[in-house]
C-alpha cells in the first residue's frame, strides 16, 4: 500500500533553518510529480513547491521562492523540503502529497493529489 | 496566486444534498484546467474526493460528484451522512502554480 511519511519538524527559531524529508512506500516512486502542502494552524490548505518524476523541473509558490528548496533522492525514495530564511508565518503543518495528471497530446493539465503523508508541524518562533 | 473562491460554509439534514462551489478565472479553473476536490476531517490529512472534474477514485462512494461550468466548478454530495462532517478544499492550477479554494465546512444538521 501506498505510504508517505514526513519526518523532521519542530520548533526553530526565525532566521533559522530546516529540512523535512518524505519517505515514500508502496509505489514505482520515480513514476511521480511530488509536492509539499502546508497548513497553518486552523487554515486552509496551501500549495508549496512541486518536483517533477526526475527531478528536472521545480516550481514555488511566491511566498517560499528564493527560501524553500524542493528535491528528491529517487534511489532513497525519499522527498525533500530545505527550508531556509524561516519566519512566523511559515508555522504550519506539512504535507508531502503524491501527484498524477493527465497527459495528452504533448500537454499535461492539472496536477491532483492521490495520496497524502500525516504531515509534520513546524513551527517558526523566538 | 489568488485563492480559489468557497463558501465558508453549507449544511445540510441526513438524506439531503448539499453543493460547494470553487469560484476561479479563466487562468485557472475556466482555462484548460481540471480541478480536483479534497475532504479533511479535524486533525487529518486531505483525502482525495473527484479529481478531473468529475471523476472519482475507487473507494470513493458515488454520492459525491464533481462538475464544471466557465469558471466555476461545484461539489455535491447526495445523501448526507454524518460522516460527511468536514472541510473540502477544490484544487486547480495557473500554468505550473497550483491553487487551493478556501475552504468549505460542511455541517450535517
Known amino acids: 500500500q501506498v505510504q508517505l511519511v514526513e519526518s523532521g519538524g519542530g520548533v526553530v527559531q526565525p532566521g533559522k533553518s530546516l529540512r523535512l524529508s518524505c519517505a515514500a512506500s508502496?509505489?514505482?516512486?520515480?513514476?511521480?510529480?511530488m509536492h509539499w502542502v502546508r497548513q497553518a494552524p486552523g487554515k486552509g490548505l496551501e500549495w508549496v513547491a512541486t518536483i517533477w518524476y526526475d527531478g528536472s523541473h521545480k516550481y514555488y509558490a511566491d511566498s517560499v521562492k528564493g527560501r524553500f528548496t524542493i528535491s528528491r533522492d529517487n534511489s532513497k525514495n525519499t522527498l525533500y523540503l530545505q527550508m531556509n530564511s524561516l519566519r512566523a508565518e511559515d508555522t504550519a503543518a506539512y504535507y508531502c502529497?503524491?501527484?498524477?495528471?493527465?497527459?495528452?497530446?504533448?500537454?499535461?493539465?492539472?496536477?491532483?493529489?492521490?495520496?497524502w503523508g500525516q504531515g509534520t508541524l513546524v513551527t517558526v518562533s523566538s | 496566486q489568488s485563492a480559489l473562491t468557497q463558501p465558508p460554509s453549507a449544511s445540510g439534514s441526513p438524506g439531503q444534498s448539499v453543493t460547494i462551489s470553487c469560484t476561479g478565472t479563466s487562468s485557472d479553473v475556466g482555462g484548460y484546467n481540471y480541478v480536483s476536490w479534497y475532504q479533511q476531517h479535524p486533525g487529518k490529512a486531505p483525502k482525495l474526493m473527484i479529481y478531473?472534474?468529475?471523476k472519482r477514485p475507487s473507494g470513493v462512494p458515488d454520492r459525491f460528484s464533481g462538475s464544471k461550468s466557465g469558471n466555476t466548478a461545484s461539489l455535491t454530495v447526495s445523501g448526507l451522512q454524518a460522516e460527511d462532517e468536514s472541510d473540502y478544499y477544490c484544487?486547480?492550477?495557473?500554468?505550473?502554480?497550483?491553487?487551493f479554494g478556501t475552504g468549505t465546512r460542511v455541517t450535517v444538521l
Open positions: 484544487s486547480s492550477s495557473s500554468g505550473s502554480i497550483i491553487v
Open positions: 478531473d472534474d468529475s
Open positions: 502529497a503524491r501527484g498524477r495528471r493527465y497527459c495528452s497530446g504533448g500537454g499535461c493539465y492539472s496536477w491532483y493529489f492521490d495520496f
Open positions: 508502496g509505489f514505482i516512486f520515480t513514476n511521480h510529480g
